[in-house]
């Protein structure tokens, strides 16, 4: 019996970016006990139980000797059950039962059952990928999880259901079942704009929006359609490419909110959290190695929060940051993580607190101070990157009935789709006008638009910093029109989109 | 006895005013403003016993008998206020001194004009001033027809007063803006207040009303913050600087009720807006009409109420006014539903073009101040069409 060291890989994610964790495990004569070492949280020690009971109960051998296992580096802070697998084959090579070197070429990720059953955990498609990103060739992944593993190009696959699966495929009793990858789901019909009747300028916001990422503030009475236009946002918007789509499923993948068996998603995700909820839950957070919140679970795609003045405005404040970088950074003790947060926000509120003021059929009941002091709760900052802030009105009966049906929504991502072309030919693939660079959109405008664009701002009272984000408005708008150049009537459109918040608040 | 009174304290406050004065005698008069019961008691006092009236001017006699009576806790608490002010620019009249309007303190202690009135600039008190006051939750109606009328008064020269206010005082101090006759501000709070915030922050409304010479006025300490008192308080001043008061829309518990009021008490002539008899809004102005009040349906009643000619033959620049801005469709929508509001939605409907093209014409209005945005829709801020007003007859080509 050789005192062999045993070394099989693993991965760590933080946030998602993925570092090799080397687990070593050798035994040395002693009492039969497990040691394991290097920074381990609470559920990582209990794989040392977990991989006992499975090792003992599939029929293999568990030492009379001392183990002691090491997750190097220690330093790194290491969570989850994700360790289960890489340390019960490294137990199995110290112990003779897989050739060692065989497991040293190994990589490994997934849970396990006392009965052995290997199983996948949360965040296993962000760890395969980091897995081939790291430049694992041989990557034993749990067999629920193949299919959704063989969608990132790598290592070669080896998808177990059990241990005795593992033993035999690593002392080469059996072959690797072969894995057909995941299927790409098109965008599956969801709800459409045509449902939607009359609302004309919201359509155009929500339109506009769409071509070039800007945030939009929906304001208007109780059942008025802001939510109905939210959900239909995604329905309009470019479906995901392959790996944005995998970018997302990742983020999910780690926030358990998808199991690996669900069809690739290329709807783009939407996420309407309550207004109860924390910060944390917002952008991300949770101790030892933060998750991601809802701004990065709406990564790509678009984030609705209704009712935006009824959430805590430190919570609200929290949500500058992402929408300002595109990612949240969120600084633990022993780890910094970042998610990607790229999203479209689209904000709801009612005009006053009891909801009813400028509604032609009842009257406002609130004090005007009132009024005020609920506006200001949305503080400046966020308020100016709302770009496109919209009043709805309450439909009446008459429109009910007469209004024109909209048009479909598959007419309007048509329009989206040519309009964001212009801006890819611009800056390139993904590019969001939302983000165009200063320089670049001052070259395209016209002489007096620029000029017009900074005497109205002044006339009614806009911030310094609305100068370039209602430039950048008027850019979407141009590329809606086709034209090349921005011109006076697209940056007269893009103020009307921002004069709400300012009347709002003088 | 009043005349009396008033010269001693003009005397007694040239220094307040005078460059250079002794910060000393300006806190003390100052501490002596803020407690006007006991002051005026002390000055009478000292008018009935002084010895030999004529051997001593009033100024002279308050300085060596009244002050030397103040409490001198009242004196330090009046220091800082006093540097406030002085670090903002303020400049602070009592009343009687040659800066304080003199029709503010007409019959003065008998009328309840403030003891003290500090000013931001300089208040135009030569010119016939009309008050444009009305509620805070004004309706489109009323925010358009107080545009209407306070641009037609400052052009034809005449200064537009208001509360500073959201909903009607703002709509007119607004529309006054860079008119002939401009428009000041009587706050209800101190100077170092922001408030209503979104006016008092750099660039808001505050800063233009200073930036066209008008004035920001208070009876308030610098850190008095805007109390329901206080601001009700600030109403009397209004009325008492307005020659002609006009009120556009307020509810039952109006303070523009009070503005009307104090203003009849002064003799002078109070004009109301008549409003929709359903609306909460137009409680306030039907019961003037009801008491007797002037009704004001075109700038011309208000223009009349203060003598003041339109049909200046000087001829005014600005009262040409440019061509409308909004395309032809988009001007007889609003046109037909003036004086009501029309949404954004309904108006896209109606005049048949495309959001786009709309809804940057509607900027261009509103920049132009042709059109106001309020809490129901849009309105034209002047009544559209040639007959009723002459000088805007031929602007809209309709």
């Given at each position: 019996m050789g005192r062999a060291l045993a070394i099989v890989r693993g991965v760590a994610l933080l946030g998602l970016s993925p570092r090799e964790v080397r687990v070593e495990a050798t035994s040395s004569p002693g009492l039969p006990v497990l040691r394991l070492v290097g920074l381990p949280d609470a559920a990582v020690r209990e794989a040392g139980d977990r991989v006992r009971a499975a090792i003992t109960r599939h029929g293999l051998r568990w030492p009379g000797e001392r183990l002691v296992v090491n997750l190097a580096p220690a330093d790194l802070p290491k969570v989850g059950s994700a360790f289960d697998l890489p340390l019960a084959v490294a137990v199995l090579a110290a112990t003779g039962q897989v050739p060692v070197e065989v497991a040293a070429g190994c990589w490994a990720c997934g849970e396990l059952g006392l009965d052995g059953s290997v199983r996948p955990v949360a965040g296993q498609l962000p760890l395969v990928a980091g897995a081939g990103q790291l430049g694992a060739q041989r990557l034993l992944v749990p067999a629920a999880a193949a299919a959704e593993a063989a969608l990132v190009s790598g290592p070669e696959l080896l998808p177990v259901a059990d241990l005795g699966e593992v033993v035999e495929l690593l002392t080469g009793r059996r072959r690797p079942r072969h894995v057909a990858p995941l299927t790409v789901r098109s965008t599956a019909p969801g709800p459409d704009l045509a449902e939607l009747r009359g609302q004309p300028l919201a359509r155009r916001a929500v339109e506009l929006a769409a071509v070039g990422g800007h945030h939009l503030l929906l304001s208007g009475p109780p059942g008025c359609g802001k939510s109905m236009l939210a959900d239909r946002l995604p329905g309009i918007l470019p479906e995901l490419s392959t790996d944005q789509a995998l970018e997302v499923a990742a983020l999910h993948s780690v926030a358990s909110l998808?199991?690996?068996?669900?069809p690739l998603e290329r709807r783009p995700p939407l996420r309407a959290p309550q207004q109860v909820v924390s910060a944390a839950a917002l952008v991300g957070g949770g101790s030892g190695v933060p998750r991601p919140g809802e701004v990065s679970l709406a990564h790509h795609g678009v984030l609705v929060l209704d009712e935006l003045l009824e959430i805590p405005r430190p919570v609200l404040d929290a949500l500058r940051q992402p929408l300002e970088r595109g990612e949240v950074v969120l600084t633990r003790s022993r780890a910094r993580v970042s998610y990607p947060a790229r999203v479209l926000l689209v904000a709801a509120t009612n005009p006053c607190p009891c909801g009813f003021l400028g509604d032609p059929r009842r009257s406002c009941t609130c004090r005007p101070d009132r009024v005020e002091r609920y506006r200001a709760r949305l503080s400046g900052p966020l308020l100016d990157r709302l770009d496109l802030q919209v009043s709805l009105r309450p439909l009446d009966h008459r429109d009910l009935l007469d209004a024109p049906t909209g048009e479909p929504s598959a007419v309007v991502a048509d329009r989206v789709a040519a309009a964001r072309q212009l801006a890819t030919e611009r800056s390139g693939p993904g590019a969001l006008n939302r983000d165009a660079p200063t320089p670049q959109l001052r070259r395209r405008t016209d002489a007096s638009a620029l000029t017009g664009l900074a005497g109205a701002l002044q006339r009614v009272g806009g911030s310094a910093r609305a100068f370039d984000r209602t430039l950048r408005v008027a850019r979407t708008i141009a590329d809606l029109a086709g034209d090349e150049i921005i011109r006076g009537a697209h940056v007269e459109e893009a103020v009307a989109y921002r004069l709400p918040a300012i009347r709002g608040a003088a | 006895m009043t005349t009396v009174v008033m010269d001693a304290l003009t005397d007694a406050c040239q220094p307040i005013t005078a460059p250079g004065s002794d910060p000393e005698l300006v806190a003390a008069l100052v501490a002596w403003a803020v407690r006007p019961r006991r002051t005026l008691e002390a000055v009478r006092r000292v008018l009935a016993a002084?010895?030999?009236?004529?051997?001593?001017s009033h100024g002279a006699r308050l300085r060596s008998h009244v002050l030397p009576q103040l409490d001198p806790d009242d004196l330090r608490a009046a220091r800082a206020p006093v540097e406030q002010w002085r670090r903002h620019g303020c400049r602070v009249a009592i009343v009687g001194d040659p800066g304080y309007p003199a029709r503010l303190g007409d019959g003065w202690p008998h009328t309840d004009g403030p003891v003290l009135l500090v000013s931001l600039g300089v208040l135009a008190t030569s010119v016939p001033t009309v008050a444009v006051v009305g509620s805070r939750s004004a309706t489109s109606y009323g925010i358009g027809i107080a545009a209407w009328l306070a641009e037609a008064a400052g052009a034809a020269g005449a200064h537009v007063l208001s509360g500073g206010a959201v909903g009607i005082d703002a709509a007119a101090h607004r529309a006054a803006l860079g008119t002939r006759g401009g428009t000041s501000v009587v706050l209800g709070c101190g100077h170092d207040i922001a408030y209503p915030r979104g006016h008092a922050r750099p660039g808001g409304l505050f800063d233009a009303v200073r930036a066209q010479g008008g004035a920001l006025l208070s009876e308030q300490f610098p850190q008095v913050p805007p109390r329901a008192g206080v601001v009700r308080a600030r109403n009397r001043i209004v009325a008492g600087l307005a020659d002609v008061v006009v009120v556009v829309e307020g509810s039952s518990r109006s303070g523009a009720l009070l503005t009307a009021t104090t203003a009849s008490d002064r003799g002078r002539p109070v004009l109301a807006v008549p409003g929709d008899v359903r609306a909460p809004g137009s409680v306030a102005p039907n019961r003037l009409l009801a008491e007797g009040g002037h009704p004001c349906t075109e700038p011309q009643d208000l223009l009349d109420a203060l003598g003041t000619s339109r049909s200046d033959p000087g001829g005014d620049p600005d009262t040409d006014r440019p061509l409308s801005v909004l395309p032809a469709s988009v001007h007889a929508a609003l046109a037909a539903a003036w004086p009501r509001a029309l949404s954004v939605d309904l108006l896209l409907e109606r005049a048949g073009l495309g959001a786009g093209a709309v809804l940057s014409a509607l900027t261009r209005a509103q920049v132009a101040g042709e059109v106001v945005e309020g809490p129901d829709g849009l309105v034209l801020c002047r009544k559209p069409g040639g007959a009723d007003t002459p000088r805007e007859s031929g602007r809209h080509g309709s």
């Amino acid at each position: 019996m050789g005192r062999a060291l045993a070394i099989v890989r693993g991965v760590a994610l933080l946030g998602l970016s993925p570092r090799e964790v080397r687990v070593e495990a050798t035994s040395s004569p002693g009492l039969p006990v497990l040691r394991l070492v290097g920074l381990p949280d609470a559920a990582v020690r209990e794989a040392g139980d977990r991989v006992r009971a499975a090792i003992t109960r599939h029929g293999l051998r568990w030492p009379g000797e001392r183990l002691v296992v090491n997750l190097a580096p220690a330093d790194l802070p290491k969570v989850g059950s994700a360790f289960d697998l890489p340390l019960a084959v490294a137990v199995l090579a110290a112990t003779g039962q897989v050739p060692v070197e065989v497991a040293a070429g190994c990589w490994a990720c997934g849970e396990l059952g006392l009965d052995g059953s290997v199983r996948p955990v949360a965040g296993q498609l962000p760890l395969v990928a980091g897995a081939g990103q790291l430049g694992a060739q041989r990557l034993l992944v749990p067999a629920a999880a193949a299919a959704e593993a063989a969608l990132v190009s790598g290592p070669e696959l080896l998808p177990v259901a059990d241990l005795g699966e593992v033993v035999e495929l690593l002392t080469g009793r059996r072959r690797p079942r072969h894995v057909a990858p995941l299927t790409v789901r098109s965008t599956a019909p969801g709800p459409d704009l045509a449902e939607l009747r009359g609302q004309p300028l919201a359509r155009r916001a929500v339109e506009l929006a769409a071509v070039g990422g800007h945030h939009l503030l929906l304001s208007g009475p109780p059942g008025c359609g802001k939510s109905m236009l939210a959900d239909r946002l995604p329905g309009i918007l470019p479906e995901l490419s392959t790996d944005q789509a995998l970018e997302v499923a990742a983020l999910h993948s780690v926030a358990s909110l998808r199991s690996p068996d669900q069809p690739l998603e290329r709807r783009p995700p939407l996420r309407a959290p309550q207004q109860v909820v924390s910060a944390a839950a917002l952008v991300g957070g949770g101790s030892g190695v933060p998750r991601p919140g809802e701004v990065s679970l709406a990564h790509h795609g678009v984030l609705v929060l209704d009712e935006l003045l009824e959430i805590p405005r430190p919570v609200l404040d929290a949500l500058r940051q992402p929408l300002e970088r595109g990612e949240v950074v969120l600084t633990r003790s022993r780890a910094r993580v970042s998610y990607p947060a790229r999203v479209l926000l689209v904000a709801a509120t009612n005009p006053c607190p009891c909801g009813f003021l400028g509604d032609p059929r009842r009257s406002c009941t609130c004090r005007p101070d009132r009024v005020e002091r609920y506006r200001a709760r949305l503080s400046g900052p966020l308020l100016d990157r709302l770009d496109l802030q919209v009043s709805l009105r309450p439909l009446d009966h008459r429109d009910l009935l007469d209004a024109p049906t909209g048009e479909p929504s598959a007419v309007v991502a048509d329009r989206v789709a040519a309009a964001r072309q212009l801006a890819t030919e611009r800056s390139g693939p993904g590019a969001l006008n939302r983000d165009a660079p200063t320089p670049q959109l001052r070259r395209r405008t016209d002489a007096s638009a620029l000029t017009g664009l900074a005497g109205a701002l002044q006339r009614v009272g806009g911030s310094a910093r609305a100068f370039d984000r209602t430039l950048r408005v008027a850019r979407t708008i141009a590329d809606l029109a086709g034209d090349e150049i921005i011109r006076g009537a697209h940056v007269e459109e893009a103020v009307a989109y921002r004069l709400p918040a300012i009347r709002g608040a003088a | 006895m009043t005349t009396v009174v008033m010269d001693a304290l003009t005397d007694a406050c040239q220094p307040i005013t005078a460059p250079g004065s002794d910060p000393e005698l300006v806190a003390a008069l100052v501490a002596w403003a803020v407690r006007p019961r006991r002051t005026l008691e002390a000055v009478r006092r000292v008018l009935a016993a002084g010895p030999a009236p004529d051997t001593d001017s009033h100024g002279a006699r308050l300085r060596s008998h009244v002050l030397p009576q103040l409490d001198p806790d009242d004196l330090r608490a009046a220091r800082a206020p006093v540097e406030q002010w002085r670090r903002h620019g303020c400049r602070v009249a009592i009343v009687g001194d040659p800066g304080y309007p003199a029709r503010l303190g007409d019959g003065w202690p008998h009328t309840d004009g403030p003891v003290l009135l500090v000013s931001l600039g300089v208040l135009a008190t030569s010119v016939p001033t009309v008050a444009v006051v009305g509620s805070r939750s004004a309706t489109s109606y009323g925010i358009g027809i107080a545009a209407w009328l306070a641009e037609a008064a400052g052009a034809a020269g005449a200064h537009v007063l208001s509360g500073g206010a959201v909903g009607i005082d703002a709509a007119a101090h607004r529309a006054a803006l860079g008119t002939r006759g401009g428009t000041s501000v009587v706050l209800g709070c101190g100077h170092d207040i922001a408030y209503p915030r979104g006016h008092a922050r750099p660039g808001g409304l505050f800063d233009a009303v200073r930036a066209q010479g008008g004035a920001l006025l208070s009876e308030q300490f610098p850190q008095v913050p805007p109390r329901a008192g206080v601001v009700r308080a600030r109403n009397r001043i209004v009325a008492g600087l307005a020659d002609v008061v006009v009120v556009v829309e307020g509810s039952s518990r109006s303070g523009a009720l009070l503005t009307a009021t104090t203003a009849s008490d002064r003799g002078r002539p109070v004009l109301a807006v008549p409003g929709d008899v359903r609306a909460p809004g137009s409680v306030a102005p039907n019961r003037l009409l009801a008491e007797g009040g002037h009704p004001c349906t075109e700038p011309q009643d208000l223009l009349d109420a203060l003598g003041t000619s339109r049909s200046d033959p000087g001829g005014d620049p600005d009262t040409d006014r440019p061509l409308s801005v909004l395309p032809a469709s988009v001007h007889a929508a609003l046109a037909a539903a003036w004086p009501r509001a029309l949404s954004v939605d309904l108006l896209l409907e109606r005049a048949g073009l495309g959001a786009g093209a709309v809804l940057s014409a509607l900027t261009r209005a509103q920049v132009a101040g042709e059109v106001v945005e309020g809490p129901d829709g849009l309105v034209l801020c002047r009544k559209p069409g040639g007959a009723d007003t002459p000088r805007e007859s031929g602007r809209h080509g309709s």
